[in-house]
């Protein structure tokens, strides 16, 4: 492998009690029911714009589910303040990647703006190639657009491309967009249904990306 396409949340960086705190306020600003942390994390890797309604117990009009999302992006930004941090070991392995020429992308289901900002918050801002963006794909994972729109933006080959994820949505859109996918078992909140997914590596730590 040498095109190498992370996720961000539970992949890159330990993210998942912020999401889950910012959910779970937004829920309650917006005076609906609040979702058990099991469903937040269980949604984790799929777009607000799929989750959020599936999370509701109340049936949301277009305008009110815009609403929702605005005051998560807000209860996210302060949230984040309060620790978004790289998993051991994943600081030297993107270095050493990096440093033996390989290519190096991320493929959130996170707005590019947030994303952006996160990563500069871990110190990886200038780190990738490129970013892809819910805002940037037609379809949400597990469709294969972000992808398949960096294999075509930056002439990668397929078969010299994984897809490194920690939830099942990660490994799904891999096998769609026809490359290697890579089970991140350090940050699976549901190891099994990753697992399930039959992924090309099941990894424990990032380290283990290096022999790929």
């Known amino acids: 492998m040498h095109n190498f396409l992370f996720d961000f949340d539970s992949t890159l960086a330990d993210t998942r009690d912020v999401a889950v705190l910012a959910t779970q306020k937004a829920y309650e ?7 058990s942390r099991e ?6 890797g799929v777009p607000i714009e799929v ?6 117990t109340e049936s949301l009009s277009d305008a009110a589910l815009e ?4 005051v998560f992006r807000e ?8 620790g978004i941090t790289l998993f051991d070991g994943m600081a030297e392995t993107l270095a050493t990647l990096k440093d033996r020429g390989d290519h190096l992308y991320v493929v959130s289901s996170k707005h590019s703006v947030p994303l952006q900002r996160n990563l500069d918050q871990i ?3 200038k780190t990738f190639e490129a970013i892809s963006g819910s805002d940037t794909v037609a379809h949400y994972k597990p469709a294969p657009d972000g992808i398949l729109s960096l294999l075509d933006r930056f002439d990668l080959a397929a078969n010299q491309s ?3 994820g920690d939830a099942k949505y990660d490994m799904q859109m891999g096998n769609n967009a026809g490359v290697a996918t890579a ?6 909140a549901d190891p099994a249904s990753v697992k399930a997914e039959k992924p090309t590596y099941v990894l424990s730590t990032p380290a283990e990306l290096l022999t790929i």
């Open 29 to 35: 600003i917006k005076g609906l029911a609040i979702p």
């Open 39 to 44: 469903a937040v994390v269980s949604y984790m």
């Open 51 to 56: 989750s959020f309604a599936k999370m509701a």
């Open 67 to 70: 609403g929702l999302y605005t």
């Open 75 to 82: 209860q996210y930004h302060e949230a984040e303040k309060l």
């Open 123 to 125: 110190g990886l801002g």
């Open 162 to 164: 994984v897809m490194i």
């Open 183 to 188: 089970a991140a078992m350090w940050g699976a």
